[in-house]
Structures are given as structure tokens and as C-alpha cells.
């Protein structure tokens, strides 16, 4: 396979090409990796930029129904709409998301848009690396939008922050007056909260849960990306398909004052920053499994289990061995 006629394929907008494209960025062979690294060169040169939005939340929420319905509205605006989907569970079941696709069953049965359920067999460590990439080979595709759908674990929603421009927080109805358990770190990232199911039974309660969440935002630190009113929760209804259009404009504005700002420019730059910085950490510890770290961090062990040498004088002789033995 010739990597830059790949490239000018996944450019040209070749929905085929792009699958295939991510296809490779999933692989784990060297040589695929190799061809990959040349790949993701050629189309970052196009330039090219989507509105990426981060959509977060637990299992049950709502997240693949929303996305269905948001996306047909922006496929009916004329926009390219491109969903993936970051599953770090799905290193352990099997593809969870898989079954999703046949959810937004309308969304990708619609030429404007493009879905890529999240591998199955992905490690944990290789998730933000796939899921960055297939962001970027979207992008040189001429998407306008990359929905990006996460499951609310944590570490998975740290690492959609720093791929998008615009977090979205996804939360359901709740019955009392807690605030759901949601992390202050997590509700710190958002930019926009959205209650979801306020329809039929569930339309006060999501009212309530609204309303208890605008105070807590309220009550954050204000940041310097924010324009006056930002974070702010709304209320939705995925499948009754209400709020979704006023959403959309918020999103649209809190982007377009972004821009306006310099405050995406700014964001992507500190995020290409905080990936490779990641690599080349990843890059570390992965040397440490490899001869002849592995080996000599095999024979300090021992020296150090004997107490011929203090844990401190053994990693200080490691990193001493590291450092030399880099080009
Ligand atoms: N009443 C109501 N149910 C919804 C709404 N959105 C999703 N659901 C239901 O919630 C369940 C989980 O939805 P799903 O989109 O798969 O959630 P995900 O796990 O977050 O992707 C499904 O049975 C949906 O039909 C909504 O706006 N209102
Ligand atoms: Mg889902």
C-alpha cells in the first residue's frame, strides 16, 4: 500500500481510504506503525480543521441516542459529521460500542456522516494514541464535526479534554438532591452540561438537576476560556429530540468566541504539547520492557533485593544507563 496515495485518498474525502487510514493507526505492527507516522505527516500538511466535541457520560445516559439525533440535525444543515468512539472498556469486553452502531442506525445510513466504533482489541496505553489519530484523519477527511463519545470512567474522560475543543458533560435526571457523584475535576473540564431524558415523567426532575448543576458551575473558578455565562448546563431530550437545536448554537458561540479569542489556537497548541510529551513517556516506559533495559533492570533489582545496593544508588545507575544509551 502506497502511504501517500492513501493520504491524498483520505484528503480527497474517500470514506473507504478513511476507514482503511484508521484502520492502520490501530495497528500494532511496526512496520504498519512506520507507514502510519509518514501517513498522519502528509495529512496534517492539508491543514485542515473539524470542530471536535467531546461527549461524556455514564452507560445509560444517552450519549449514542444524542449523538444519533444531534448528528442527523447537523447532516440536515448541509454539515459532514464524523462520530468516534473512545471505549477503554471495550479492551476488556470486547467492543461494547460495536453494538451502538446498529443505535444510530438512521445517523449512519446518512451519506454526510461517518461512524467508527471503537476497536475491540485496543490495550488501555493504545487508546489515546488511536483515537488522537483517527481525530486527525478525520479532520484532513473535510469533516466539519467529530463527535467524539466517551464512557464516563475517570481517566477516559481526562484524555477526551485534551482531544477536544468543546466538552460536553452528559448526565441523567437525578432522583435527589445530590449532584450525582460527579467528580469536581470532571465538572471543572466541561463547558457545557447537559441533562438529558427531560421528557414525559423525567421532565421536572431534569428541570431540578438542571438548575442544581447551573449553581455548582456557578460556584467554579471562572476560566480564562470562558466567555460570560460559560459553563452552563441545559437541559435535553435526546429521543424526544427537544433543546437539542439550542445546544447546537451554544456550541456553535462558545467556538466561534474561542477562535474570536485565541483561545483555540491556544488549546490545541498546549494539547499537541501534552501528546507528545505523553509519547515520549509512553516511549520510556515501554524501553524499560525491552533489552537491555529489561535485563539491567533485572540485574539492580536483585542487587538491591541482596542489599548490595540502596534503591536510590540502583535507579540513579538505571536512568544514568537510559540517558547513555539514547541517541
Ligand atoms: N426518556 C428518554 N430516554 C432516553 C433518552 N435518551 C436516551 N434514552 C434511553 O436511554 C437508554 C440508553 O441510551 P444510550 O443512548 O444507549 O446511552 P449511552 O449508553 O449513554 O450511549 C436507551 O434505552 C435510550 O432509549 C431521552 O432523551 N429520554
Ligand atoms: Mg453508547
Not at 24 to 51: I, K, N, P, T
Request: glycine share 8%; hydrophobic share 45%.
Amino acid at each position: 500500500m502506497d502511504v501517500s496515495d492513501l493520504a491524498r485518498s483520505v484528503i480527497a474525502g474517500d470514506r473507504r481510504a478513511l476507514a482503511r487510514a484508521i484502520t492502520l493507526v490501530e495497528s500494532r505492527r511496526d512496520d504498519h506503525r512506520a507507514a502510519a507516522r509518514s501517513l498522519l505527516a502528509e495529512v496534517q500538511a492539508a491543514g485542515r480543521q473539524a470542530l471536535r466535541i467531546g461527549l461524556s457520560g455514564t452507560p445509560g445516559v444517552g450519549k449514542s441516542t444524542l449523538i444519533e439525533s444531534l448528528g442527523l440535525l447537523l447532516t440536515a444543515q448541509g454539515l459532514r459529521v464524523a462520530v468516534l468512539a473512545v471505549d477503554p472498556s471495550s479492551a476488556r469486553s470486547g467492543g461494547s460500542i460495536l453494538g451502538d452502531k446498529t443505535r444510530m442506525e438512521r445517523l449512519s445510513r446518512d451519506p454526510l456522516a461517518f461512524i467508527r466504533p471503537s476497536p475491540s482489541q485496543t490495550q488501555l496505553g493504545g487508546v489515546a494514541r488511536r483515537s488522537r489519530e483517527a481525530v486527525a484523519l478525520c479532520e484532513a477527511a473535510g469533516f466539519d464535526v467529530v463527535l467524539i463519545e466517551t464512557v464516563g470512567v475517570g481517566q477516559s474522560e481526562t484524555m477526551v479534554a485534551e482531544l477536544c475543543d468543546i466538552f460536553v458533560l452528559l448526565l441523567a435526571p437525578a432522583g435527589g438532591d445530590e449532584l450525582q457523584g460527579v467528580k469536581r475535576g470532571i465538572m471543572e473540564m466541561a463547558d457545557l452540561i447537559l441533562v438529558n431524558k427531560a421528557d414525559g415523567d423525567l421532565k421536572p426532575a431534569a428541570l431540578r438537576t438542571c438548575a442544581d448543576y447551573a449553581g455548582a458551575l456557578h460556584l467554579l473558578r471562572r476560566r480564562p476560556q470562558d466567555p460570560p455565562g460559560f459553563p452552563k448546563a441545559l437541559t435535553v431530550s435526546a429521543l424526544a429530540d427537544t433543546g437539542l437545536a439550542e445546544a447546537w448554537t451554544e456550541i456553535r458561540n462558545l467556538a466561534a468566541w474561542r477562535q474570536d479569542h485565541g483561545h483555540w489556537a491556544n488549546r490545541r497548541a498546549g494539547q499537541a504539547r501534552h501528546w507528545f510529551s505523553e509519547e515520549v513517556r509512553q516511549g520510556l516506559l515501554a524501553e524499560l520492557n525491552h533489552d537491555p533495559a529489561r535485563a539491567r533492570m533485572e540485574n539492580l533489582g536483585q542487587a538491591v533485593a541482596a542489599g548490595r545496593m540502596t534503591p536510590d544508588a540502583a535507579a540513579a545507575e538505571m536512568l544514568a544507563a537510559l540517558a547513555h544509551s539514547t541517541p
